[in-house]
Structure formats: structure tokens, C-alpha cells
Nanobody, 117 residues
Framework: VQLQASGGGLVQAGGSLRLSCAAS????????LGWFRQRPGKEREFVAA????????YVVDSLKGRFAISRDNAKNTAYLQMNNLKPEDTAVYYC???????????WGQGTLVTVSS
């Protein structure tokens, strides 16, 4: 499957953004989708994931209450709703797909989110 993240941009602290992850190719298989981010000068980190059915969704504890993940399989798209953004949320956000227990090795281009104070 190929993944394309979009929806990033410049937002003021306290604002919101919704990122989209469009999947193409092997979309008929059962796969989870996840969001990761890489903040300046830091390693890429896991943010959230959602099962193929959408029944199971997980957001890391530090972001719960502000971030939410969802998906629409009819559109082969996952979303990351980000509210009350903070400057420390500034990062390149990536999406990835998981078949079984493994995330894909290849990463898409990502989308840059910049939160100004």
C-alpha cells in the first residue's frame, strides 16, 4: 500500500488541524493505520494507531484528550484530529500501515505541522 499524508500547515497555539492519510494500492487487505511524528532534533515517535475496522484506536497517553485518530475505509483514508495544539507539537507527521505485527519499512513524505506560540 502507498500512503500520502496531508493537511499540515502553520497554526497558532490552541488551534486545531486535521491530518489525512490516503492509502492506495493494497487497500483490500486488513491493515491498521498509524500516525508518527518527528519533532526537530528528535527521533520519530509513535502517536496513534487504529485497527482496520476502526473498533480499536489508540493514542499515546501524553496526547490523549487532544489528539484523536479515525478512519474511513470507503475513502481509504485515516485522519488525525489535533486540537489545542502546542508549540511542542511542531513536527513532520507521517502515516504508516501495519500488516500483522509489522509497520511498513517505507515511509511516505510526511506533512509538516508548525505551531506558533
Amino acid at each position: 500500500v502507498q500512503l500520502q499524508a496531508s493537511g499540515g500547515g502553520l497554526v497558532q497555539a490552541g488551534g486545531s488541524l486535521r491530518l489525512s492519510c490516503a492509502a492506495s494500492g493494497r487497500t483490500t487487505s486488513n491493515y491498521a493505520l498509524g500516525w508518527f511524528r518527528q519533532r526537530p532534533g528528535k527521533e520519530r515517535e509513535f502517536v496513534a494507531a487504529i485497527s482496520y475496522s476502526g473498533n480499536t484506536a489508540y493514542v499515546v497517553d501524553s496526547l490523549k484528550g487532544r489528539f484523536a485518530i479515525s478512519r474511513d475505509n470507503a475513502k481509504n483514508t485515516a485522519y488525525l484530529q489535533m486540537n489545542n495544539l502546542k508549540p511542542e507539537d511542531t513536527a513532520v507527521y507521517y502515516c504508516n500501515a501495519k500488516y500483522g505485527n509489522s509497520w511498513l519499512d517505507a515511509w511516505g513524505q510526511g506533512t509538516l505541522v508548525t505551531v506558533s506560540s
